[in-house]
C-alpha cells in the first residue's frame, strides 16, 4: 500500500514537471521571415511571412497546380516585434511561432537609427535561433518580403534558408547569423557586415557596356531580366547599432577573406598582356588569413594582413600560354593585383567612409590587451580609421583546368 | 484493502471443499430420460473417483496375485468403457506354462514390436525348463521365496525378452505411466514385479524446417513433437560423453517428459541444480506447452522481457550447451527453452555465426535499429510532432503540417488508431484461416493503408511511420521479446503525448532500470553490459569465429576458454605470441 502511494506520488511528480505545451502542427502559422520597418501609423512595421503548409506540401490533391500561393506576407504597424504575434490573432486563426523563422529583415531606415534596439528581442526570445539570417534591405523590408517569391521551390522557408546559405559558394554574401551579427555588433573592435536584400529596380541612366567586374553590383541594381524580384548581393555595415554604409560584392569578398569566413569566388582579371581580354579565375582560401597588429609609438594600431589564397585557372581569353609552370607566376600576380585594388576600395571605404572596422581587426588587436579594461579603453573604434592598415594577398594557382595549353584562336 | 479482498473473492476460482452440483442441468435432462435416481449418479462417480485417486497416490506396490493386478488395473482404466487398453492374457511356454498378462494402450503402441519382440517369444520360443523350485515357488511361499522371485524375474527378462529395453516395475504408478506413454507391461503370475517392455510407436511429424527461426545459411532442421528424436537432434551435432539428459516429469495430471540437457564439464553445477529445482518444485494439473513451462519457471513473472529463450533450433540449443547454458525440452513440443538468457542473446540470430563477422555484425546493428524504431518510433514522432516542433527541418514540418491539415484527430489518436489497426492486422494474420489468408493482405493494405489517407483519417506520413515501426518490430528475431516491445510501444506513445522528449527520456530510464534489475537463473538480464563482466566480441557485435576465445563470463561454467588464443593454427604468430602458446 505504501509502495503504491509513493509509486502514485513519484507518477504525479513527473507531470508535475510536464510543460504542458502540447500543440498539433496544424493549429500553428509558421512564420518564415520577419521584416521590420519604421512604422507607419506606429513605432514599428511588422511584416510577417507565413507558410501555407496545406499548398507546399500538396495535400490538397491538386496535382501540378503550381499556382497556389505558399506563402501568405501581412505587414501590421505595432509598437514592438513580439506585440506582432499578438496582434496576428486579429487576422489568423492560428499561434505564431517564430522557431521556424529563416531571416529577420530590417528596412533601411530603420537600420540606419535603430538597428540594435530592435535586434534586442531577438536575443532574448525563445522561439528565435541562432541561425536565424539577418538581413538589410535596401529599401522597406516589407517590399522586399511581399516581392519575395520562391520560384525554384514551393517552401519560403527553403528560399531563405537557401538563399541566404549561399554565402559558401560566392564571395558576395557575407557569412551571417544573427549571433555572429549580434557579436560583431555588441564588441569593441568590429562592425557588423550583414547581408544587404534589395528590390530589383530599373535605374534609369544611359546603357554603359564597359566591362565591370560581376561583383560590383549591390543588391536590387544587378542588370538583369526576368526571375524573381529580390536579390541577395553585397553587405550592409552596422556600426555601434546602426547602419553606416552599404559594401558592394567584391568588397563584401574582401571583408570575408580578411575575416576568413570566405569560401570561393570567381574573378574576372584583365590580361596583363592583352588589354581588353580577360583570365577567368576560381579563388578558394588556402589557409587563414595571418593578421599581424602592433600598437605604434603614436599609439595608433598598424596592421598587416596577409591573404592566402589559391584557385584554379577556368579561362584564358587570350589564349597566352600562361599554364606553362614558368609563366603561372604571371596570372598570380595579375589576380593578387587585382585583389589589391577592391581591397584599396574598401579599406577606403571602412577608414574614410564608415569609420567602421567590418573587417574585424580588432579581434586580431583584443589579444595585446592584458585587460578587458585595457582594450575597452584603447578605443579601438575610434583609432581604427587612422590605423595603417594594408591587406596583401598571396595567390597560387593550384589546377589549369582540363586544357594543357592552348592555341589561340585565328 | 477489503475492497481488493472482496474483489478477489469474487474474481479468483477456489476448488469446492465437498461434491457441488455443478452439472445439475446434464443431470436434471438425464433423470427425465433415464430415471435415475437424483443425484446419484453423480455421487456415486465422486466417490469413486475420490477412492481411486486416493488409491493411487499412496502408490500401491504390486501384488504377487495375476488376478488381482488385473482388477485394480480394470478399475484404474476404467474398462470395460474404456476402449483404449489392451489386456492380453496368455500362458508363456514354459515348462510348466506360466500366466502372464500384457498390457498396453491400442494407439501408442508399436503393435509389431509387441508381436515380433514379446508375445512370440514369450508363447512360442520360451522353451525354458523351470527347476522345481522356482515353479513350485507361487503356491508354497517359502523362506527365500522372496529371493526365487527375483530368480524367475531374472531369467524371463534376460533369456526371453528380446527387447532393447526392459525395465522391471514395482508399483501401480510406475506401470500407469509407462502403459500411457506407450510402453507394453508384462505381469506374470506369482510375481510382484512386472517387467515394462519398451514398444513406444507415436505417430508424429517427421523433422521439418525451421517455421520461425528460418535462415539462409546453417542447416535446416528443426525440433519436432518428440522429445526423443529433439534430443537426438542435439546428441547429432554435440557428440560427447558428457551431454547429459536427465528427465523430470512435470504435471500431475498428464505428466510430462521435461528433458534437462546440459555438459556436465562445462555447465555450471549451481546452474544445473538450480534449474532443476525448479522443475521439480513445479506443482501443476497440465504442462503441455514449454510457454507456460517458462511461465512456472522465470525469474519475475512480471518482468518487462521474457528471461528464457525459446528456440526451434537444435544448433542454437547445441550452441548454447556449448557455452555453459542449460535447455530444457519438454515432451509433445518443438520449442527448447535455454537458461540463462540475457538481453543481448534476445537480438542475436542462428545465422549471425554462419555468415562471415562483418555481415553478422551489420545484420546485428540493423536488428537494434529494428528494436529501436519498434519501441520508440511512434513515441518520438508524437513527441516531436506535438512538442518540439523546432526540431524537424523546416521542410518536413511544412510537410507534417499540410499532411495533417485535413485530418479531424490529434497526432495521438492518430497515432494510436493506426497502431491498434496494424496490432489488428496482425494479430488477425494469425488467426485467420489459410484458405481466405489473401483477403487479409487487401483488407490490411488498400483499406488502412491507402483508403485511411484517401478518407483523410490519418496522414501518409503516419503510414510511413507505422511501417517502419512494424518492420522494426519483425526484425526483432525471438518473437516473445518482440511481443513486449510491441506493448510497451504504447507506453512510450503515452508518455511522449502526455510529456514529449522528457517523457521518453523518463520512460527509457525506467524501463532500462527494470530491465537492469532483472535476472535469467541469477544471470543479470543485461550482462555483459551491466554489470560489466568479461566478454568475448558476441554480445553487441559479432566477433570473427577464430576471436571467440572464452565462453561468457557471467554463465560462470566449469571452463572458460573454449579455443586457444591462436586457434588458426596456420597463421604465423608473432615472437610475442609465441612464448605463451594458447594465451592463459
Known sequence: ?410 | MSLLRTLSRLLVFREPQEPVSAFDSGREDRRRAGGVPAGSGYQDKFRETYRLNALLEQDPPLSTSLDENERLLREIFRLPENKDVVLRPFSIATDPPLRALLVSLDGPTDRNVQNLAILQPLMLLAGLRLDQRLAGEENTPGANGASTRQELLRRIRETLLPGSKVTPAGTFKDVISDILSGNSVLFVDGLDTALVIETRGWASRGVGTPQVEAVIRGPQDAFTEQIRINITLVRKILRRSSLVTEFIKVGRMGAHQCAVLYLDDIANPDLVAEVKRRLRSIQVDYVSESGMLEQFIEDAPAGLAPQVKATERPDRVAASLAEGRVAILLDGNPWALVVPTTFFSMLHAAEDAYVRWPFGTFARFIRYLGLGMALLLPGVYVAIITYHQEFVPTDLLLAFTGAREQVPFPTVVEVLLMEFSFELIREAGIRIPGTVGTTLGIVGALILGQAAVEAKIVSPILIVIVALTALGSFAIPNYPFSLSIRMLRFAYIALGSLLGLFGILVGLFVHLALLARLTSFGVPYLAPVAPVTRSGPDFLWRGPAWEQEQRPDYIDPLRRRRQPRISRGWVRVRKKDDERPGGR
Open chain 1, 1 to 410: 500500500m505504501r509502495l503504491l502511494k509513493l509509486g502514485f506520488l513519484l507518477l504525479t511528480a513527473l507531470f508535475l514537471a510536464g510543460c504542458w505545451d502540447y500543440q498539433e502542427p496544424d493549429e500553428v502559422a509558421w512564420v518564415v521571415a520577419l521584416g521590420l520597418d519604421r512604422g507607419r501609423e506606429n513605432l514599428l512595421t511588422v511584416t510577417l511571412q507565413i507558410a501555407v503548409a496545406a499548398n507546399i506540401a500538396g495535400a490538397g490533391g491538386g496535382g501540378a497546380g503550381g499556382t497556389e500561393r505558399t506563402a501568405l506576407t501581412v505587414s501590421m504597424d505595432v509598437p514592438s516585434l513580439l506585440a506582432a504575434t499578438e496582434l496576428t490573432h486579429a487576422w489568423v486563426n492560428r499561434r505564431i511561432d517564430l522557431s521556424h523563422t529563416k531571416v529577420v529583415i530590417f528596412g533601411r531606415e530603420l537600420a540606419e537609427t535603430d538597428f540594435s534596439r530592435h535586434l534586442a528581442p531577438l536575443v532574448r526570445f525563445r522561439e528565435f535561433r541562432p541561425t536565424t539570417q539577418v538581413l538589410v534591405a535596401n529599401g522597406r523590408a516589407e517590399e522586399v518580403l511581399r516581392a519575395a517569391e520562391p520560384v525554384l521551390e514551393t517552401n519560403p522557408g527553403k528560399y531563405w534558408e537557401l538563399h541566404t546559405g549561399a554565402w559558401d559558394t560566392t564571395g558576395f554574401i557575407p557569412r551571417n547569423g544573427f549571433l555572429n551579427v549580434n557579436i560583431d555588433n555588441k564588441s569593441p573592435g568590429a562592425a557588423a557586415g550583414v547581408i544587404l536584400v534589395g528590390v530589383r529596380r530599373d535605374e534609369g541612366g544611359p546603357p554603359d557596356p564597359t566591362p565591370k567586374s560581376q561583383g560590383s553590383y549591390k543588391a536590387g541594381t544587378i542588370p538583369r531580366r526576368g526571375g524573381p524580384q529580390v536579390d541577395i548581393m553585397g553587405a550592409a555595415v552596422i556600426r555601434n547599432g546602426r547602419m553606416v554604409g552599404v559594401l558592394n560584392g567584391d568588397e563584401t569578398a574582401i571583408m570575408k577573406m580578411v575575416r576568413g569566413t570566405f569560401r570561393e569566388t570567381i574573378k574576372v582579371v584583365p590580361d596583363p598582356l592583352h588589354p581588353g581580354q580577360f583570365i577567368i579565375v576560381q579563388i578558394f582560401p588556402r589557409q587563414q588569413p595571418e593578421v599581424d597588429v602592433r600598437i605604434g609609438e603614436d599609439g595608433l594600431p598598424r596592421v598587416t594582413a596577409r591573404v592566402l589564397l589559391e584557385g584554379n585557372i577556368i579561362f584564358i581569353q587570350s589564349g597566352e600560354h600562361y599554364e606553362r609552370p614558368e609563366r603561372l607566376r604571371q596570372v598570380e600576380r595579375a589576380v593578387e593585383e587585382n585583389l589589391r585594388k577592391d581591397a584599396r576600395a574598401a579599406l577606403d571605404k571602412a577608414q574614410n567612409e564608415f569609420g567602421a572596422d567590418f573587417f574585424a581587426l580588432g579581434y586580431h588587436a583584443k589579444r595585446l590587451f592584458p585587460t578587458w579594461q585595457a582594450w575597452e579603453d584603447f578605443a579601438w573604434d575610434e583609432k581604427f580609421p587612422e590605423a595603417a592598415v594594408s591587406i596583401d594577398f598571396d595567390f597560387q594557382v593550384r589546377q589549369i583546368g582540363l586544357l594543357r595549353e592552348t592555341v589561340p584562336g585565328r
